[in-house]
């Protein structure tokens, strides 16, 4: 394989840096906005000139999809999201789509068709930065996606459902819809990481071997507001100083749980005001941890300490742990010794589409290239040309493997 085909890659990056580039040299690509549907127009337009079938879902999903037997033959999927976070990176989302697409088309072309179908996907949406909802590209393929999200509104009021008909009807001129979600055979992601972990250890591809579950608890405690002034300090209720004390022993108490990323990042008071006592603390913690057990351990002593406090606490966020596939780990990390990267096995803090496939019930394996400094969802978001070509070439071979050498 020439060096001028791996180049492939940044040079597609640069082009679709285009679509939605911002002032301060970001991307800002919502879904169904003017610019997602450029860079899908764009993706389409690629993925035709590797000889790819291509074709759209009712989300606004592209696939582009190496010779098929029949519409319902398994294919060995690979890709990421098109839509961004608002002044986010050029990278998080469309690197994993056009890595997947050089790769699929770059193997077409050397090989023919696999014997196994391979396909490229460019979901719709992951991030949540248009809507208040996230994954709903892939949870659309995995059949988890709830149709209430159609009422969903915007922030100038446009509803999910008539964004993404008007985004899909113009998609569907270039390219023939699919109503019912195909059927996979594994699902392959390329991610940055998005940590800073990989370039501490002077690694260069991280295995993802769990993405970690997700709780988040709303805690509240109550006092009662009176005049900061003429209120003794014996007796008062007060929210603020319940609050306190219980942060004050949950981050005592939280690190004993090996492993565990706990966070209290909002804190509501009412009514907030200087001068008088509150008569309300509402605050937030999120807890993170690839074991599901732990998860619930963590969770059944946080709700005695918050009752213990006086407080009341609420589940607000509930996402499963979830194992990626073991065998395609291994496969991954052949393919990687092979050609002499240096590799780390890894827990993933962040959802991913590959999370919401792998709860399907599909093998998933996602792999990461080191984040410049752990930057993401920012502009400078960045990795050094060679870790992208690198980890392009890692999923051509780990595709190739599946697509045209598995019996
Ligand atoms: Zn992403």
């Not at 946080?302 to 966020?317: E, P």
């Amino acid at each position: 394989m020439s060096r001028d085909n791996h180049d492939n890659v940044i040079a597609l990056l640069a082009t679709f840096k285009h679509y939605g580039e911002t002032a301060t040299g970001g991307l800002t690509r919502l879904v169904y906005d003017a610019h997602w549907l450029q860079a899908q127009q764009a993706f389409i337009v690629q993925a035709k000139a590797y000889g790819l079938t291509c074709f759209i879902d009712p989300m606004g999903t592209v696939y582009a999809t190496t010779p098929t037997r029949n519409a319902d033959e398994p294919v060995i999927l690979t890709g990421s999201h098109m839509d961004t976070v608002i002044n986010g990176g050029g990278l998080d989302g469309q690197y994993g789509v056009l890595a997947s697409l050089v790769a699929v088309g770059e193997l077409l072309a050397q090989y023919g068709p696999p014997q196994k179908p391979l396909g490229v996907v460019a979901f719709s949406e992951e991030e949540g930065s248009r809507f208040p909802t996230t994954f709903s590209g892939s949870r659309w393929l995995t059949q988890q996606f709830n149709g209430q999200d159609n009422k969903l509104r915007d922030t100038q009021g446009v509803t999910f459902d008539a964004a993404r008909q008007q985004a899909v009807a113009q998609l569907a001129t270039l390219v023939p819809m699919r109503t019912t979600p195909i059927a996979l055979a594994a699902y392959l992601e390329l991610h940055i990481e998005q940590g800073n972990i990989l370039n501490a250890r002077g690694d260069e591809l991280g295995l993802v071997t769990a993405i970690v579950g997700q709780r988040r608890l709303a805690i509240t405690l109550t006092g009662v507001s009176n005049h900061a002034g003429t209120t003794p300090m014996i007796g008062r209720v007060d929210a603020v100083a319940q609050a306190v004390a219980l942060m004050h022993e949950l981050y005592q108490q939280l690190p004993k749980f090996d492993g565990l990323r706990y966070t209290i990042g909002q804190i509501m008071v009412s009514p907030n005001t200087a001068n008088v006592i509150a008569d309300a603390v509402q605050f937030s913690l999120d807890i993170r941890h690839e074991q599901q057990a732990l998860l619930d351990e963590v969770t059944r002593f946080v709700m005695a300490q918050v009752a213990a406090g006086g407080g009341k606490a609420c589940l607000t966020t509930d996402i499963s742990a979830t194992p990626l596939s073991s065998v395609l780990l291994e496969k991954a990390a052949q393919t990687a010794a092979q050609q002499h990267v240096r590799v780390h096995k890894m827990i993933s803090g962040a959802g991913h589409d590959a999370q919401v496939i792998a709860q399907s019930g599909v093998p998933v394996a996602l792999l990461f290239v080191p984040s410049d400094q752990g930057i993401s969802h920012a502009p400078a978001e960045a990795t050094a040309d060679q870790q992208l070509i690198q980890g392009q070439a890692i999923l051509q071979a780990l595709l190739y493997q599946l697509g045209y050498q598995s019996s």
